[in-house]
Structure formats: C-alpha cells, structure tokens
C-alpha cells in the first residue's frame, strides 16, 4: 500500500495524495483547474449539497437558478464589484462567428445575475424578506497554483441572496446564516472560527464580511464560507426598491451567505490521516460497506452478506455491498482510504452466529446481532461520528495560541489571537510580524477560553480592542 507524506509535516502533499487514493476527483482534464467529479466524490458532494439546502431551506430560504451568462452592462453597475472581480473572469465576447453587441461575463459570483430581476421581484414590503439561494457552477480565473477543491477554476458553489427592509434585518439575516453554518458545521463535525474581515479585506462592494475559517496546521489558514451584510450598495445601482407601509420608496438591504466545494477538501484536511480521507457519517458517500469473507473451510457467506445489505439499505442507510474478487484485506484498505465509517465483515462463522464483525474507519470493533442489525449499525456511526468530531475539536484548540507582542507573531507555528484596536495601522504591522493576514475580529465564542481583551498589542491602546486572529490564509 502506497505510503502518504506526513500531514503535518508537509500539508499539501498529503492533502494532494490523500484526495488522488480516495479518488475522489479526477484532475487529468485538459482545462487547468477544471477538474472532473468522479462518482465517489459526486456522491459525496451530493450529500453536502443536500445538508446544506436542508439546513437553509429550514430557515425559510428557496432554491432558484439564475442564467450562467451576465451581461457586461449588469456586472459593471456596481463599481467596487467589478474592481474585485476584474482580473478574475471569464468572458464570452462570441456567438458562432458573430461578435457580440455586449460582451457576457461567465458568473464569478450570482449578484449582478439576479439583482436586475429582484428590482422586478421586490414591489412592496409584502415581497420581503426575499430570500433564496442557488447551488451552480462559477468561473474564476484564478492566477495562483490550483488544487482540487481549494482553488479551483470552475467552483462548486452555493449562494443564498437575500432583501431586507432595512439595516437591522439584515443583521439579523446575517445572525440567522450563522446559526444555519453552525448546523451544517455539527453535522460535518468540523469546529470553525467565525470572524469578521477586516474592511481591506471585505468582500467586493459589501459593508462588512463574516468569514468561516479553519486552521489546517501550523498558522495556515482556509476560508470556507463567507456571509456578507450589503446594506443599500448594491440595491440602489440595480433600483430595488419597495413601497414601505406609507407609501415612501426605500431601498431594500441585502445579504449573501457563500459556500462551495471547498468544505470537502476541509472535510478531508481536518478529518483525514496517514491512511487518507475520513468521512462524517452525514456526508460519507456510502456509511456502511458488506464484504463477504470466504473462508479455507468452506461455505459462501455472499447470499448471508446480501440479506445484511438489504435490511440495512430498506432501513434507510447508504450501504455497499463489495462482492468484487479481491482478498478481505485488500477491500479493507480500499474503503479506509476512502474515508468510509463503518465496515461489516461477514464470514461463514458470522453467518452461522447470525451476527456481523463491524470495524470503524477509526479501528472500534463490535460485535452486532443479526436481530438488531438497524439498531446495532446506527449506534456504531454515532459513536463513530462522537470520535471524529471530539477529535477534530481537539486539534482545533490546540491550533490557537494567545501572542502578547508582535515579537512573538514572527515565525508563528500556531494561528495568533490577541486583542486589537481596530485600526488599519495596527493591523497592517500585525500582518508584516506574522507575515500573513489579520483575519479579523472573533465572532461569537472563541476557540480557546478568552477572558476581556486587553491593550492592543500593537499601539497598547486599552479602551475598546477586540479580541482578532493572524494567521496564513492558505
Ligand atoms: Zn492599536
């Protein structure tokens, strides 16, 4: 079995080997950064796809689907968007041989596809709140070297948009998109830092950006996700615009929650090992695999192993039955490395017994009667899912430390908290000692016990810091 590279040692190198042994992605097509779904990973972005319309929609949010194609004459409307997308997109200046009258951009990012047709929408305050959300396909072109899932060309995306009355529901939206993540985030087992962007580094055009941030060793940091509060910058150069209960024209306030194919590759960093990519029950593609295993002495225990398959996948569950011809050993090394949480061996012995040998891909054994198969399987991912999470919160806390002074940002082997004054010249010298980014200011709890920020630890300013994370966006 080929050996992956130490992921703490060298993270992108097993990250990379990791998601080739898993297969989860075929990266041979000849677009650089476009890279194909295999059916494993499919499956598993299918099952991501599903937690994250279930748990938006539980909110009041519905799906829509906007054209791929935006007008030049669209995008350019808002100015400080375009300025943040303008190196980035892909045009479509042709149609057959014709050139055409305006130049259409290929969507890097759904605002200015929807918010002409939301000025048609939105009438009066009966039509708000509008929320609704798409999950499609973007197109950046991105300039830096690709990886699979964490920067790529054609982005998996989900996107919700969403019109307020005014500032304060907004707030609210953006406060209800954070309890929506903190779901999804649960049933990924995936602990996260919620943190506002400091304004240098805001989402084009938005009045303030709360990013989702992880740590995947040493300072490195990965965004995978980002709400964004937009007050009136967008709503008033596309015109939406409703009739309050007086009559008076106003401006609607909007949000946007973004989340994309990148919580895969964070599922596998954070949960994955020297045997490779480990899957949360929730998202695996299969959460039970059969594997019939012949014995010297005889006796087929396939028809046994197929009666198992059965009642598990009638019971709801995403089971596979491996009768491939390959030896016990070999199917079980195949589906560790593909991050699968819980193997069922069943022999002649666990056909006679009318019981199956279960093995967590996180090495828990147990024994489960046949007669409380359901039962018995449920109890063991959930137990499985426990382990998983526990762990990764464990990595987690251990991936902040508290810095005192900017001496001790240099070289930092630990993603930085540590109070800040908020001003940009502070925060710019942060950024120079750490020789990363300020990813801004602490959201709700934070990852390690925290008691009142003190003096900003650059300019020694006491009265209101905020406690603020540095660290090495990856
Ligand atoms: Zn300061």
Known sequence: MPELPDKREAFIDWYLAAVELAELTDKRYPVKGMNVWTPYGFLARRRLDRVMEEEIEATGSRPVEFPALIPETEFAKEKEHIKGFDAQVYWVTKGGATTLDVPLVLRPTSETAMYPIFALWVRSHQDLPLNVYQVVNTFRYETKTTRPFLRVREIHFFEEHTCQLDEERASERVASNLAAFAKMAARFQLPYLAIRRPDWDKFPGAFYSVALDIPVGGARTLQIGSIHHYRENFSRPYGIQYEDPTGRSKFVHQTTFGLSERL??????????????????????????????????????????????????????????????????????????????????????EAEAKTVSAASRLGDKATIPRAGLLAGVRTALGAYDERLGAQARKAFAEAFALATSLEELKGSTTVRLFPWCGSPECGHRVEEAIDGALLGTLEGAPPIPLGAPGACIVCGRAESTVWSAAGRPL
């Open 264 to 349: 895969l590759g964070a599922i596998v960093a954070v949960h994955g090992d020297a045997r490779g990519v480990a899957f949360p029950a929730d998202i695996a593609p299969y959460q039970v695999v059969v594997i019939p295993v012949p014995s010297a002495k005889g006796g087929d225990p396939t028809p046994y192993a197929r009666e198992i398959e059965k009642v598990l996948r009638e019971g709801g569950l995403r089971v596979h039955l491996d009768d491939r011809a390959d030896r016990p050993g070999a199917k079980y090394y195949y589906w560790e490395s593909r991050g699968l949480p819980l193997r069922l061996e069943v022999g002649p012995r």
